[in-house]
């Protein structure tokens, strides 16, 4: 009886196992392992990593809360994440590619396409997406599906998104200064302590704000321990808005090495220091030059649309001027007594 029990239990894994290696095998040959690029559940990704035929990789992780983190470095900007996610969930296969275009569509593909593995929140790859370049007309994208369990398909799609006409691929960049966040600071609850203004060329210009919560405000002039005995609480107010957010443009400033160098050698024209509970930050801003300047002019000519900018580190980046002049105040501007 004993050894009947046995031999049921050795033909019954047996036949499993050749039942699993079949269907497995089956789906592995199906359309929909080679189709099954959605990810309905976004919430469920928990790291995207991009790489691309150059060597460059980029991998964005969750970190606490809606944060993602770049390259365990970086802030990630959120918005970009945001594209992938979308991406992933809205995918569709607009139409496979023809038995005569596919050896082509390979070939271009194996010299020139991005791989982006998509893992949960536990570390498990779910999906690996090689993401190709658009067809003729631009309206949809090249791309090849690999999962763990139906392993890499042999046929690319022309993949679109629900809602969406044009290319895909320009969504899976690799540039690493792309994809840092260029916001710095957020202050939406007004939860900082001080703020301390310098004008290097000109330090009369220059205070000190120290905030207490609601109308506890004071006003410092440069150097001074001494609060100014009265001003205009609502333009100082109207001023420490400003600071409920606070981004640079990008971090390409077009410049060498040694030319960052140079810049950070000069006098800046600003500089900006926020204590908050947590930690103090310094930024600073210098002039830049217009790379476009009148033919006739001489010297210096600034740059009317951008400026030069670092905070904490002294990393260099660009900054819009548009944005930043609103911090340029002077203690004049608040009508001290």
Not at 107 to 127: E, L, Q, T
Not at 158 to 182: H, P, Y
Not at 265 to 293: F, G
Not at 297 to 309: K, L, M, N, S, T
Request: aromatic letters at 12%.
């Amino acid at each position: 009886m004993k050894k009947v029990f046995l031999w049921i239990i050795f033909f019954g894994v047996i036949g499993w196992a050749a039942y699993m290696a079949f269907f497995q095998d089956t789906y592995r040959t199906s359309v929909r392992a080679a189709t099954d690029f959605e990810i309905e559940d976004t919430s469920s990704v928990g790291k995207i990593v991009i790489a691309d035929r150059a060597g460059r990789v980029i991998t964005v992780e969750r970190g606490r809360g809606e944060d993602w983190i770049l390259n365990g470095q970086y802030p990630a900007r959120t918005d970009a994440v945001d594209v992938l996610l979308t991406t992933f969930r809205n995918i569709y296969v607009q139409r496979p590619v023809s038995k005569n275009a596919q050896e082509e569509v390979n070939r271009v593909m194996a010299a020139d396409s991005k791989k982006v593995d998509i893992y949960d929140r536990d570390g498990k790859r779910i999906k690996t997406w090689y993401v190709g370049h658009p067809t003729i007309d631009n309206k949809g994208t090249y791309m090849l599906l690999e999962t763990p369990r139906g392993g890499r398909a042999a046929e690319p799609y022309v993949m679109d998104l629900k809602g969406f006409i044009g290319v895909l691929n320009t969504r899976f960049f690799t540039d690493l200064n792309e994809w840092r966040s260029v916001i710095l600071l957020e202050y939406p609850d007004m939860d900082l302590e001080e703020i301390t203004v310098e004008y290097p060329a000109e330090p009369d210009s220059s205070f000190r704000i120290t905030y207490g919560g609601g109308n506890d405000i004071s006003l410092y002039r440069a150097g001074s321990n001494r609060p100014v005995s009265a001003f205009d609480t609502t333009l100082v107010k109207d001023y420490m808005l400003n600071f409920k957010m606070l981004a640079f443009e990008n971090f390409r400033t077009g410049l060498t090495e040694a030319q960052e160098d140079s810049v950070r050698a000069t006098m800046p024209y600003q500089i900006i220091r926020i204590k908050d509970r947590e930690k103090d930050h310094r930024i600073v801003l210098w002039p830049k030059s217009d790379p476009h300047p009148p033919l006739d002019a001489e010297g210096f000519v600034p740059d009317g649309e951008r400026i030069y900018a670092s905070m904490d580190d002294g990393e260099l980046a660009l900054a819009q001027r548009y944005v930043w002049d609103k911090f340029g105040a002077t203690i004049r501007a608040f009508n001290p007594r």
